[in-house]
């Protein structure tokens, strides 16, 4: 599997090299693309980039999610937990502005540093949870509750990657996202409603079963009252980029 992953690697990287004795046209300023490989987790995108002089441009973009499951949640929730948010649908969007520098021929075109903010919107639908309320009196009662919420965030990176003409025409453009990541803070509140007026002490059993679900990179805080629960959304905000993207250069 390893040898598979490296050979195609190998060709892009060679054929970056066998370019550099082109000589690059510096009439097309402009590159529309799309991220294919981000179709696979419903990220449907599209950028803009445009070259200011030959060794710098400025990209531009925008994704959205449609609603939809929760990529990779088996990944930071446990199975039991899992469970519990069966129907839990989220969609998001995200707009990036990306300076690139060119460390090759310029004009779109070799590897690149590229600094980037980053702004991201998380929204679910009206989702079901539940818990197992452990009663005074021994027994132990199923608690249904509906959440719903959003929460944003905002965020600074870094990405190197590389960029070069499939044709002889340079009109078609492959860029090579080869690793990126950001970090900043993001923002949001959640609301838990139940049907059934909540004890103090069913209260209590609530907050400790959500603080328990401890989720990773996003910093939460759990108010109860007799109605559910507020969680409020308020930390870190981190991710990380790869890909490949197919475009048109004009």
Not at 26 to 32: E, F, G, P, S, T
Request: proline fraction near 4%; hydrophobic fraction near 35%.
């Amino acid at each position: 599997m390893k040898k598979a992953a490296i050979i195609p690697l190998c060709l892009l990287f060679s054929q970056v090299c066998a370019q550099e004795n082109e000589n690059i046209t510096a009439d097309k300023m402009n590159i529309v693309k799309t991220n294919v490989t981000g179709y696979a987790f419903r990220n449907i995108n599209l950028s803009y980039e445009r070259a200011i002089t030959r060794w710098f441009s400025l990209n531009i973009g925008f994704g959205t999610m449609p609603e939809g499951k929760v990529p990779f949640i088996n990944s930071f929730l446990k199975d039991e937990d899992e469970k519990r948010f069966q129907n839990l649908r989220v969609k998001a969007t995200q707009f990036t502005i990306e300076p690139r520098f060119y460390l090759g021929k310029g004009y779109g075109k070799g590897f690149y540093i590229a600094p980037y903010y980053r702004y991201s919107d998380v929204s679910s639908n009206t989702f079901d949870f539940y818990y197992d309320y452990n009663g005074p009196d021994g027994n132990t009662y199923h608690i249904p509750i509906k959440g719903q919420g959003s929460t944003k965030g905002n965020s600074g990176g870094l990405m190197v990657g590389v960029q070069f003409f499939l044709t002889r025409s340079q009109n078609l453009v492959l860029d090579f996202w080869i690793a990126g990541a950001h970090y900043g803070s993001g923002k949001g509140n959640f609301t838990m409603t139940s049907d059934y007026v909540l004890t103090p002490d069913m209260q209590a059993q609530l907050k400790k079963e959500i603080e328990k679900l401890d989720i990773p990179i996003v910093d939460y805080t759990v108010e109860t009252n007799a109605n559910g629960a507020k969680i409020r959304v308020d930390g870190p905000w981190a991710g990380f980029r790869s890909g490949l993207s197919l475009g048109y250069r004009f």
